[in-house]
């Protein structure tokens, strides 16, 4: 698999497409480092949260070195803007409809190019709506690699803050799910419902309450947002140490 960090290089250096890396949203004309692009589909329920990436965001922002634009981008898997972004969003509460054979080989290139796929299941009940439909299409991306269990020390879990829980609005599995290819976790599955954690209504109120952990479960939600989103962009992140002094910074606050 192509490395994550070589696949940014090559994009902003393509003539083709050379904002890949830096992609802007027409809301915020800011020359940006991230962009949230959510995926959509057909059938089920592809934006079952639609106030939870602002929130997530401006976290991230305060919390580290990293310039966001504060609203998600949509995209399908047949638009011209996919590889656009490195990092990319799939959440829901029901089954799907399958994805065509074009849309599948295109996230399979999008994926082993070293693009990154967070899948978030809202509804959290496993074989059942959102999951049995995720775990049937990804067999297809990648047949014959299911999802296997993240261990604890994944750089995942470590690439900005060190994680020892894995947050969301409810804990249907304390641990992540992965699909490794070679030395890289190209898709990470949390089935805990990030999205209705991080989500604040237009006055700021939390929509959902996170249960049975209460606000401490929340903050485990935001924290892994911000690793999994770190991660994508960097992938080896914690070796590198490039935002060493910065974290400290931050930390000693």
Avoid at 37 to 51: C, E, M, S, V
Avoid at 219 to 247: C, Q, S, W
Wanted: aromatic residues 12%; glycine residues 8%; charged residues 25%.
């Amino acid at each position: 698999m192509m490395h994550r960090r070589h696949f940014i290089k090559l994009l902003v250096g393509s003539t083709l497409l050379p904002q890949l890396a830096y992609a802007s949203h027409p809301a915020d004309k800011r020359r940006l480092q991230f962009v949230f692009a959510q995926l959509k589909y057909r059938g089920g329920d592809w934006n079952p949260h639609p106030l939870s990436v602002t929130p997530l965001m401006e976290e991230l922002m305060a919390r580290t070195s990293v310039e966001a634009a504060t609203v998600r981008h949509e995209v399908s898997l047949t638009d011209r803007d996919l590889f656009n972004y490195p990092f990319l969003y799939l959440t829901g509460k029901y089954e799907f409809d399958p994805f065509t054979q074009d849309e599948i080989e295109i996230l399979r290139r999008f994926l082993t190019y070293g693009g990154f796929l967070l899948i978030d299941d809202a509804l959290g009940q496993q074989g059942y709506g959102f999951d049995k439909a995720v775990r049937r299409e990804m067999l297809r991306v990648f047949p014959g690699q299911e999802f296997k269990r993240m261990p604890a020390g994944h750089a995942a879990l470590r690439s900005y803050y060190l994680l020892r829980r894995i947050g969301g609005v409810r804990i249907v599995s304390p641990a992540l799910d992965g699909i490794t290819i070679g030395n890289s976790t190209p898709v990470i599955y949390c089935q805990n419902g990030l999205c209705a954690a991080w989500e604040r209504d237009q006055v700021g109120k939390w929509t959902n309450a996170c249960t049975p952990g209460g606000e401490p479960q929340r903050r485990d939600a935001f924290h892994l947002g911000i690793n999994l989103i770190l991660y994508a962009m960097t992938e080896n992140y914690k070796d590198d140490l490039i935002h060493v002094p910065f974290i400290r910074k931050r930390l000693t606050r």
